[in-house]
């Protein structure tokens, strides 16, 4: 079992609509989350920190379920510039190593 | 602030050749820095960790002769791809931390990454 999986996708979504991605996690331990975005051809770039309560971020929202080992990605309103991969990041080791999923394809159109 | 650049964006290379991608903190010191490797459709896979001064942790299956890691300086580290052969073709991505606030677990900021073609 990979220790981070996320449906590869892609997404088509028109433009306006929301959508939400899942991530898994199998190390319990784990104890930091987070969403990172890549285009094509770039480096990741983190989106948001991912915390227990939930968390907001303009159009993005995250989620954590520690019992189920969950995370959750919402996007409100999608953007044509939203189109990306989203990558669902776990800090699994402590200290600062972190395990990529290999990511959501989401493609905007008008 | 906390820019990582990486040199050179890409390489096209011979197979056997030795391939040397740098990896700098322009705006601050990086105590930590991390290399990654992403193949096409797949996600990013830690290669090692260095930490300034000290030799660098190496994740299991990669070879640390063949991928030679130096972190002499709080603003540069290396990586040499040795004896390069197709299947190194990759995205080989850095990333730094700075380790200021002393947390556990810091920020990390990415280098753009270098594309490796070994033909």
């Known amino acids: 079992r990979k220790e981070v999986e996320q449906d590869p996708g892609p997404f088509n979504v028109p433009e306006g609509a929301t959508v939400a991605f899942n991530c898994t996690y199998s190390n319990s331990a784990s104890q930091s989350f987070f969403w990172y975005r890549q285009d094509c051809r770039k480096e990741p770039k983190l989106l948001m920190s991912v915390y227990s309560s939930g968390n907001e971020d303009g159009r993005f929202t995250a989620q954590l379920n520690r019992a189920s080992q969950y995370i959750s990605l919402l996007i409100r309103d999608s953007k044509l510039s939203d189109s990306a991969t989203y990558l669902c990041?776990?800090?699994?080791?402590?200290?600062?190593?972190?395990?990529f999923g290999t990511g959501t394809q989401l493609k905007v159109e008008l | 602030g906390a820019v990582v650049s990486q040199h050179p964006s890409w390489v096209i290379c011979k197979s056997g050749t030795s391939v040397k991608i740098e990896c700098r903190s322009l705006d601050f010191q990086a105590t930590t820095m991390f290399w990654y490797r992403q193949f096409p459709k797949q996600s990013l896979m830690l290669m090692a960790t260095?930490?300034?001064?000290?030799?660098?942790?190496?994740e299991q299956g990669v070879e640390k002769d063949k991928f030679l890691i130096n972190h002499a300086s709080l603003t540069l580290s290396t990586l040499t791809v040795t004896s390069a052969h197709p299947e190194d073709s990759s995205f080989y991505i850095c990333s730094a931390t700075s380790g200021e606030t002393g947390a556990l677990q810091e920020t990390q900021y990415f280098g753009p990454g270098t594309r490796l073609l070994v033909l």
């Open positions: 260095s930490n300034e001064g000290s030799k660098a942790t190496y």
């Open positions: 990041v776990v800090n699994t080791g402590g200290g600062n190593k972190l395990t």
